[in-house]
């Protein structure tokens, strides 16, 4: 039986940095871009269904929803003109599955909140919106699970429901 005797590897040579990653597709940019206007037109439909106390009011309960609306659609077009013009490049990595699954469920939350919240009480479903949110970011134990929630939530109620008296 023969044995060879190889020399030995004193270190394996590695790269310092990642390779440098190509521009993103343009396709995929002016998606992006299409996808703010989709949504801000959205919200811009439905600020129009904000009922009003009295007429002409120059900054009455529709003003902020629609200049936030307006934004995202000149946002929007400004994302596709410059997908459409140059090349984008990005050192941040691509985004994973667990980033995609996250960011999946924190919309999911956010969606049902906006619905439940037509049909139950403000104090209720804001708890559940948050205990859901701190637990898909990580957080774990009580005082992450429960007493955040429950103290911002009372917080939230108290000077929007309590002091200013918004409609919740």
Known sequence: MTSQVSA????IEEPDHEPERGPNHRGYEAA???????IG???????????????GQAFGPRWWP?????????????LVV?????RITSDEPRITRSGGLTLTVTLALIVGYGFAWQYLDFRAVTVFLLAGLVFVFGGRGI???IIFPVVTTLLLWAIFGLLLRVPL
């Open 8 to 11: 030995p590897v004193d270190k």
């Open 32 to 38: 992006i871009g299409v996808a703010v206007i989709a």
């Open 41 to 55: 037109i959205t919200c811009f439909v439905l600020t129009g269904q904000i009922d009003l106390a009295r007429e």
């Open 66 to 78: 629609t200049a936030l609306s307006v934004a995202m659609i000149v946002i929007g077009a400004i």
């Open 82 to 86: 410059q997908a459409l013009t140059t």
């Open 143 to 145: 005082k992450a699970l």
